[in-house]
T-cell receptor
């Protein structure tokens, strides 16, 4: 059981470049989400999805785009990378949201120079 | 909107001493509350969760938390700290908009 798999683990981007962080889960979870973690800020929700074809914005959605074409995959796209997007990104999933355990991926370290 | 506040960004306790990490929530309805732990360079792991079944919730690794509605608190405790407990701990709440909102975290240091 792979759980939540994120790729890549490390990435360096130049300002203005675009890229996609991949997230896949094999637990048939309905709920998936992306967080960014910055020192002293905790985890902040970027986007989330309650099922295939449904996405919504979190606390800090600007500069990011998501889609949910399948239950398994929830990619996060950086449209035009900025240094302020240097962060650690976590993908998470849950069977259903209410009261269920959320499983996290191992994180993706992104540096924008 | 529902939110959580963690008091103390850093907490230090001696090995064998009581661990107390504080979390207060704001919510107008009974919330779902969680505590997660993050070890260096890893993702988050669930320690325990409150879903209104019982006010005292026991989790993994000897941790427990008590939901106190009158104080809007969900503090995390462990009777005797171990060196392996050194990590960052996050309190989180599920809000009405299907969003899990995390606190800013408390880094726990264990002194030998």
């Amino acid at each position: 059981n792979a759980g939540v798999t994120q790729t890549p683990k490390f990435q360096v981007l130049k300002t203005g470049q675009s890229m996609t962080l991949q997230c896949a889960q094999d637990m048939n979870h309905e709920y998936m989400s992306w967080y960014r973690q910055d020192p002293g800020m905790g985890l902040r929700l970027i986007h989330y999805s309650v099922g295939a074809g449904i996405t919504d914005q979190g606390e800090v959605p600007n500069g990011y785009n998501v889609s949910r074409s399948t239950t398994e995959d929830f990619p996060l796209r950086l449209l035009s990378a900025a240094p302020s997007q240097t962060s650690v990104y976590f993908c998470a999933s849950s069977l259903h949201l209410t009261g269920n355990t959320i499983y996290f991926g191992e994180g993706s370290w992104l540096t924008v120079v | 909107a529902q939110s959580v506040t963690q008091l103390g960004s850093h907490v230090s306790v001696s090995e064998g001493a009581l661990v107390l990490l504080r979390c207060n929530y704001s919510s107008s309805v009974p919330p779902y509350l969680f505590w997660y732990v993050q070890y260096p360079n890893q993702g988050l792991q669930l320690l325990l969760k409150y879903t209104s079944a019982a006010t005292l919730v026991k989790g993994i690794n000897g941790f427990e938390a008590e939901f106190k509605k009158s104080e809007t608190s969900f503090h995390l405790t462990k009777p005797s700290a171990h060196m392996s407990d050194a990590a960052e701990y996050f309190c989180a709440v599920l809000n009405r908009d299907d969003k899990i909102i995390f606190g800013k975290g408390t880094r726990l240091h264990i002194l030998p």
